[in-house]
């Protein structure tokens, strides 16, 4: 079967979705964010059978979200942790988390929140704001080309942002120059 180029295989988004987009994937961080790092744990909270709970826990092993460490105290049997890979997608789960609380969750609320172990406090999802500093609308967002933009994409949005700077890699926004500060 051939692909369209609406897939395009170099897409932040598409490369993602290979990664955690499947209902047992994005199961197995949630609760390796809980802290359950063994396989008999991961059953028993998922309530998934176990070839699928080895292939998916392989999978994440495999794409660097988490690995596979043998237990001193029991020859054979292995825990999982998360690797900085899988650490730094914990912000993205927190989003599709408050998105299930907000739009999802029973009248009496979510089921699980998060309490800042400092404080005691509950965890408080930031406001994306807008450059203006206003609550961030999908009507105050440009899409435009970036830097590893395919020709597709070029054509679609119009090329790249001139002065575009993206931060290294693990880094997660894309810095813009405005239009105005080219000739300064």
């Known amino acids: 079967m051939k692909r369209s180029r609406s897939f395009n295989k170099e897409c932040s988004i598409a490369r993602a979705m290979e990664v955690v987009g499947d209902r047992w994937s994005i199961l197995l961080l949630r609760e390796a964010y809980y802290g359950t790092r ?6 028993y909270y998922l309530g998934v059978a176990p070839n699928i709970l080895s292939a998916r826990l ?5 794409l660097g ?3 596979r460490v043998p237990l001193p105290e029991h020859s054979g049997r292995y825990e999982y942790v998360l690797t900085k890979k899988g650490r730094d997608f914990f912000p993205t789960y927190l989003a599709l988390k ?4 907000d739009w999802l969750a029973e009248p009496a609320g979510p089921q699980v929140v998060f309490m800042d172990r400092t404080s005691g406090r509950q965890i408080e999802y930031p406001i994306l704001l807008s450059a203006r ?12 080309a970036g830097s590893g933009a395919v020709s597709f ?4 949005f119009g090329g790249q942002v001139p002065h575009a700077k ?5 880094a997660s926004r894309v810095l813009r ?3 105005s500060h080219k000739n300064k």
């Open 98 to 101: 408050k998105w299930g609380d």
């Open 153 to 156: 994409n070029k054509k679609r």
């Open 166 to 170: 993206v931060k290294p890699k693990g």
């Open 38 to 43: 063994r396989f008999d744990e991961f059953q």
């Open 177 to 179: 120059k405005s239009v």
């Open 133 to 144: 500093g206003k609550p961030l609308q999908l009507e105050d967002v440009e899409v435009v």
């Open 58 to 62: 392989k999978k994440l092993g495999d």
């Open 65 to 67: 979200m988490m690995t």
